[in-house]
């Protein structure tokens, strides 16, 4: 539950760790409390030493606290499993009042929901995307509706989507959390937090594919008829693109990183004259003049995200859902800063890419944490907020973490 009146959230990236507080005004969310650390103890989005990711977490939530003096507790959490088993299933109870009550819906969702979970893994999220009622058997329509209770029918049907995420992960996330003195609220795959703030029902109706570039990860979430369809977590990210630069001109990852923030641009053919730029190699001498051009390095730098965006569309194409993404691809993380990145995305898949932004009706703050890098922070308080369309679903039977129910109405 939210701390008081407020909603908590961690964002622990690979490259930071943010913590946000938000609380309700005017029907949408306003952020008015932060910290960002920089990250530790995470590598490729996934936690691989407790202590020091759980240092990062205290930092940053120090920080917040700081910024506006409002204590806190429970925080909402990402998640980026790689090993991740997500299933979209259905479930179908016949009616006997006549009309839909919240219990036929809740016994509709248990029913979608009784998938055998391997014993590594566990549900962290489960998303209703779409009730049907009276679908005929055979030519396989019904009435699809937004809010099902109240309505009469003879079946109603709920379309879910469920993620499976290792124990592992979990318990790496939970035993951060609490090492850093805070408690854990929920977790949310880190793609379903990033699309909160910026797709809207419109585009998911159309279908359109979110892209968050981190510096670890790449998050997709697929949203189709109004729903979200697919997630993945691809291993590779922004710290991939710098290291590509490092191995290409013999210099640190830090010098790399500097050459890409200031220079860097994902498009070669925008660079219509080159230029030398100053660098540094690894064994230089301090009094070491060095050049590079400024082709040479966006060329690298093009090489890498081509890279990355094969690896997506390989991803997508096996799950044939590349096709049906009418309103294309939108991108955040703070990958998608470098210059260009929309641009030649649309060039690689040829359909519709565009750079995020946040849907500014569901959530404030300041101008600096609007942008891409923040999505999932955002995102995860916009889901907590939303938690009274959650219902908890599954009893915590073997000490797994409880798993919630996100639906579009109120019970
Ligand atoms: N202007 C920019 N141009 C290119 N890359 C950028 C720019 N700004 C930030 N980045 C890259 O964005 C990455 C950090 O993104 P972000 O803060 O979203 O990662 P994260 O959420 O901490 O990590 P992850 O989600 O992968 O675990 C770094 O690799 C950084 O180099
Ligand atoms: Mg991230």
Do not use: W
Not at 179 to 200: C, D, F, H, P
């Amino acid at each position: 539950m939210a701390d008081n009146h407020f909603f908590a959230s961690v964002d622990i990236g690979s490259h930071k760790t943010v913590v946000l507080l938000a609380e309700e005004a005017d029907g949408r969310l306003a952020v008015f409390g932060h910290g960002i650390s920089k990250s530790a103890g995470v590598k490729k989005g996934l936690i691989n030493d407790i202590k020091k990711a759980a240092q990062a977490i205290k930092e940053a939530a120090d920080k917040a606290y700081l910024s506006c003096g409002d204590g806190f507790h429970n925080v909402s959490v990402n998640i980026s499993d790689p090993h991740l088993t997500v299933i979209n299933r259905e479930g179908q109870i016949t009616i006997t009042g006549g009309e839909i009550s919240e219990r036929d819906l809740g016994l509709a969702i248990k029913s979608a929901c009784a998938v055998a979970t391997p014993p590594n893994k566990q549900v962290v999220n489960s998303v209703s995307n779409r009730y049907t009622l009276d679908k005929n058997p055979t030519t396989h329509q019904g009435i699809v509706v937004d809010q099902p209770i109240g309505q009469e029918a003879k079946t109603l049907e709920v379309s879910m989507h469920i993620v499976m995420v290792s124990n592992q992960c979990v318990n790496a996330i939970d035993q951060s959390i609490r090492k850093s003195g805070l408690g854990l609220n929920n977790i949310v795959l880190n793609s379903m937090a990033s699309s909160e703030a910026y797709i809207t029902q419109d585009e998911k109706d159309e279908g359109i594919c979110l892209v968050d570039m981190g510096a670890g990860v790449t998050n997709l979430s697929v949203f189709t008829k109004g729903g979200i369809t697919y997630s993945a977590v691809i291993q590779n990210g922004g710290n991939q693109v710098t290291q590509d630069i490092a191995d290409a001109f013999d210099t640190s990852f830090k010098e790399a990183e500097r050459l890409k923030l200031k220079h860097g641009s994902a498009q070669i053919k925008t660079i219509r004259e080159d230029r030398l730029i100053q660098f540094k190699q690894i064994e230089d001498p301090k009094d070491c003049e060095r050049y590079l051009s400024h082709q040479s390095l966006v060329e690298v730098i093009e090489q890498s995200y081509l890279d990355l965006f094969s690896q997506i569309k390989q991803n997508l194409k096996s799950r044939k859902l590349y096709r049906s993404l009418k309103s294309g691809f939108v991108l955040t993380g703070g990958a998608s800063k470098v210059k260009n990145c929309d641009a030649l995305l649309l060039s690689c898949f040829k359909i519709r890419a565009k750079q995020g932004r946040v849907n500014t009706d569901k959530i404030t703050a300041d101008h600096r944490l609007l942008g891409p890098e923040y999505a999932c922070a955002l995102g995860l308080l916009l889901f907590n907020y939303d938690e009274s369309d959650l219902r908890v679903a599954q009893e915590d039977d073997k000490g797994k973490f409880i798993d919630k129910i996100k639906d579009k109405f109120n019970f």
